[in-house]
């Protein structure tokens, strides 16, 4: 296999590709597509999204300390995209892509109602990188579609609704179940 030396830049592909929601009150609640997110800590649970400071989400969040992440599906691509294209200063995102937003348990900013996951996010530290800046924040509640979850086995089963990635541009689905963690060393049965 031979190597070639490409420029520097964000190469860590998939990733997730998400609407965040922000706003604390209904008239200025707004949503963005957002790719340069993820999670930063498990114990307290920690993640993070990374914003450009001319988007109007950087300028809610900010002051209001708060914002929802929300996990996108193949149903969800078309307002995935269009959300990252355009800006809540110019259309109501909500009412163009028709979805639902609801009021976090948590949080003053709306979770979108046809998310299968919805994360409530507290900032607890912006850290000013270069073109974006990152908010760090503890996960304060997380609510989930109750037909994700087996009522066997009590598992929740994300891969049911059809998540989609983001990689170098392009929206993807998911691919094929390749094993579970660990499963690389796992006894096999005699």
Same mark, same amino acid.
């Given at each position: 296999?031979?190597?070639?030396?490409?420029?520097?830049?964000?190469?860590?592909?998939?990733?997730?590709?998400?609407?965040?929601?922000?706003?604390?009150?209904?008239?200025?609640?707004?949503?963005?597509?957002?790719?340069?997110?993820?999670?930063?800590?498990?114990?307290?649970?920690?993640?993070?999204?990374?914003?450009?400071?001319?988007?109007?989400?950087?300028?809610?969040?900010?002051?209001?300390?708060?914002?929802?992440?929300?996990?996108?599906?193949?149903?969800?691509?078309?307002?995935?995209?269009?959300?990252g294209v355009?800006?809540?200063?110019?259309y109501d995102?909500?009412?163009? /892509?028709? #979805?639902?937003? %609801?009021?976090?348990?948590? $949080? =003053?900013?709306? &979770?979108?109602?046809?998310?299968?996951?919805?994360? *409530?996010?507290?900032?607890?530290?912006?850290?000013?990188?270069?073109?974006?800046? /990152?908010? #760090?924040?503890? %996960?304060?509640?997380?609510? $989930? =579609?109750?037909? &994700?979850?087996?009522?066997?086995?009590?598992?929740? *089963?994300?891969?049911?609704?059809?998540?989609?990635?983001?990689?170098?541009?392009?929206?993807?689905?998911?691919?094929?179940?390749?094993?579970?963690?660990?499963w690389s060393?796992?006894?096999?049965?005699?």
């Open positions: 296999m031979s190597k070639r030396t490409f420029k520097p830049g964000t190469m860590i592909y998939p990733l997730p590709a998400v609407l965040v929601s922000c706003g604390s009150k209904r008239e200025e609640w707004n949503l963005m597509t957002a790719a340069w997110t993820g999670t930063v800590c498990s114990d307290p649970a920690m993640c993070y999204v990374s914003i450009r400071k001319s988007r109007l989400s950087h300028e809610l969040i900010s002051r209001t300390g708060e914002f929802v992440i929300n996990i996108t599906t193949e149903a969800l691509a078309r307002a995935t995209d269009w959300c355009r800006s809540g200063r110019d995102k909500w009412k163009e /892509m028709g #979805l639902t937003p %609801v009021k976090g348990a948590l $949080v =003053d900013a709306p &979770l979108v109602l046809e998310s299968p996951v919805n994360i *409530e996010c507290k900032v607890t530290r912006v850290i000013e990188l270069g073109s974006h800046d /990152m908010f #760090l924040a503890e %996960v304060v509640n997380v609510q $989930v =579609d109750e037909e &994700l979850i087996n009522p066997e086995s009590g598992k929740f *089963e994300l891969e049911a609704a059809a998540p989609i990635a983001y990689s170098h541009g392009a929206y993807f689905s998911l691919g094929r179940f390749i094993g579970s963690f660990g060393v796992k006894k096999k049965k005699k």
